[in-house]
């Protein structure tokens, strides 16, 4: 049913979670990985704290380091299943619109993605991504929680 799964993980132990259903879900349907992150661009104004004592150099050199190390993760896994899987960064404003844009970019046809499982207002307010890749993205999302 379904051929090239994306995977988006921030290195959350909850993406964790959702990174080894995915990759179940990919071996058993004989499909591929895309494995994601998305970062910000660095910003000399801003309110995120890590970019606050960064210079341009050192953000970048923390977000390689942390992409590789969250990358690794699901490529690992994917690896120990017998599954293809490529690993793919990409910089973006919005991480929502990234993954929906590697998403139809790379032709994938699900998106398989952790939720906190936060309703009602406290979703509204800390603005949770997987609402917004649910309620913008045309790929169907199959949400881990």
Do not use: W
Not at 120 to 138: D, P
């Amino acid at each position: 049913m379904f051929r090239h799964i994306l995977i988006p993980t921030d290195g959350s132990e909850l993406a964790e979670k959702a990174i080894d259903y995915g990759v179940a879900l990919a071996k058993d349907q004989g499909a591929r990985i895309t494995a994601l992150t998305v970062s910000k661009p660095f910003h000399v104004v801003t309110l995120e704290p890590g970019m606050l004592t960064d210079t341009p150099a050192a953000y970048a050199k923390h977000v390689a380091e942390r992409t590789r190390t969250h990358l690794d993760v699901v490529s690992m896994a994917a690896k120990a299943a017998g599954v293809t899987c490529d690993a793919v960064s990409v910089e973006h404003e919005h991480p929502y619109q990234g993954i929906i844009e590697s998403a139809q970019n790379r032709g994938c046809d699900l998106i398989v993605m952790a939720s906190h499982g936060r309703s009602g207002v406290s979703a509204i307010v800390l603005g949770s991504q997987t609402v917004k890749v649910l309620t913008h993205s045309k790929v169907p999302v199959l949400v881990y929680r």
